[in-house]
């Protein structure tokens, strides 16, 4: 058997655990933890390297807006998990969890907006209703 399973996937998709991996590399403190990110991290780079080839200029803008956005879920998550320990569930706690699904849902236009800039024949879809205010 092997010990890894290889399945098509969108651009938007590898870019995305890319950039999650590049940020777990960074605030991981755990040596065996980071070892293991890293062989994960140097082997999807490498095939999204060989995927995109020349494209990966054109679409370096949306790379960091993915990882920026990555990153504000990582502050979210550790936050919404310090309200959680502290059985705190009041106005913080559903602020961040309403920051959870707001910031979801940029990551996924990000996502989506890599897989149309590089013609992935897969292209992640949303079926959520708008909940944005309505005035």
């Known amino acids: 058997m092997a010990d890894v399973i290889k399945v098509p996937v969108s651009f938007g998709e590898v870019l995305d655990k890319i950039t999650i991996l590049e940020i777990k590399s960074e605030r991981i403190k755990d040596e065996a933890k980071v070892k293991n990110v890293r062989l994960e991290l140097d082997e999807l780079s490498a095939t999204w390297d060989e995927a995109v080839k020349?494209?990966?200029a054109e679409i370096a803008d949306l790379r960091?807006?993915?990882k920026a956005v990555n990153e504000e879920l990582w502050v979210?998550?550790?936050d919404i998990r310090d309200q959680e320990a502290a059985q705190d569930f009041?106005?913080?706690f559903i602020e961040l969890a309403r920051a959870v699904y707001v910031t979801n849902d940029k990551r996924?236009?990000?996502k989506k907006?890599?897989?149309l800039a590089l013609g992935s024949r897969f292209v992640e879809e949303k079926s959520y209703q708008d909940?944005?205010?309505r005035k």
Do not use: C, F, M
């Open 54 to 56: 020349d494209r990966a």
């Open 64 to 66: 960091k807006q993915l």
């Open 76 to 78: 979210i998550e550790d």
């Open 90 to 92: 009041g106005p913080k």
């Open 108 to 110: 996924a236009s990000i």
């Open 113 to 115: 907006e890599v897989n």
């Open 131 to 133: 909940y944005t205010a």
